[in-house]
């Protein structure tokens, strides 16, 4: 069975840029059936859709962030990862990687189990 | 952006009872639209897809109906494991965006 599992720093200070990466287990990720997302939910709200990326590269971004957003993914490593620059105590959430079928009708179907980011200085 | 009202935002229900919770739309999404239920530091768990298909393992007390701008999420006898918040999110278009979420309570 799929695992995904979020890391990076739990700490960032504004400004700077927020970098997570999440690693795939139990299956690959260049298998060209799954796209790869990242959701965000602040402390007591709800979730936000950041963006999503193919084994191929190609990008889809939450308007509401493009300008700071870069997903990217590293099939050597069964790795993708969320790069968020610029931050600002808005963007102090629990951030998610999830697994998202590029066929069929199926929707976001595995999530890991998110790490919390806080930016302050 | 697809702008989604769900209702209501708290339910306080018992064991047993038989709950529904709305999302309606801003705009048509045919069916591309899934519910998920979310427990206290978890991440949310997929609980139907496509309007009204069952993930697989979710138990049949949940089912999930609607099309184009209203749907809703019925669960059938009620179970301790079934409080929790519970989330509609539409995969029509980008940016794809969840429901503001309604928490189940025990009533």
């Known amino acids: 069975q799929v695992q995904l599992q979020e890391s990076g720093p739990g700490l960032v200070k504004p400004s700077q840029t927020l970098s997570l990466t999440c690693t795939v287990s139990g299956g690959s990720i260049s298998s060209g059936s799954y796209y790869w997302s990242w959701i965000r939910q602040p402390a007591g709200k709800g979730l936000e859709w950041i963006g999503r990326?193919?084994?191929?590269?190609?990008?889809n971004y939450n308007p509401s962030l493009k300008s700071r957003v870069t997903i990217s993914v590293d099939t050597s490593k069964n790795q993708f990862s969320l790069k968020l620059s610029s931050v600002t105590a808005a963007d102090t959430a629990v951030y998610y990687c999830?697994?998202?079928?590029?066929?069929?009708?199926?929707?976001?179907?595995?999530w890991g189990q998110g790490t919390l980011v806080t930016v302050s200085s | 952006a697809i702008w989604m009202t769900q209702s209501p935002s708290l339910l306080s229900a018992s064991t047993g009872d038989r709950v529904t919770i709305s999302c309606r739309m801003s705009?048509?999404?045919?069916?591309?639209l899934a519910w998920y239920q979310q427990k206290p530091g978890k991440a949310p768990e997929l609980l139907i897809y496509?309007?009204?298909t069952l993930q697989s393992g979710v138990p049949s007390r949940f089912s999930g109906s609607g099309s184009g701008t209203d749907f809703t999420l019925t669960i059938s006898c009620l179970q301790s494991e079934d409080f929790a918040t519970y989330y509609c999110?539409?995969?029509?278009?980008?940016?794809?965006?969840f429901g503001q979420g309604t928490k189940l309570e025990i009533k």
């Open positions: 999110q539409q995969y029509y278009s980008f940016p794809y965006t």
């Open positions: 990326i193919y084994t191929s590269g190609s990008t």
């Open positions: 496509a309007a009204s």
């Open positions: 999830a697994r998202e079928p590029s066929v069929g009708l199926a929707n976001i179907d595995y």
């Open positions: 705009q048509g999404i045919s069916s591309y």
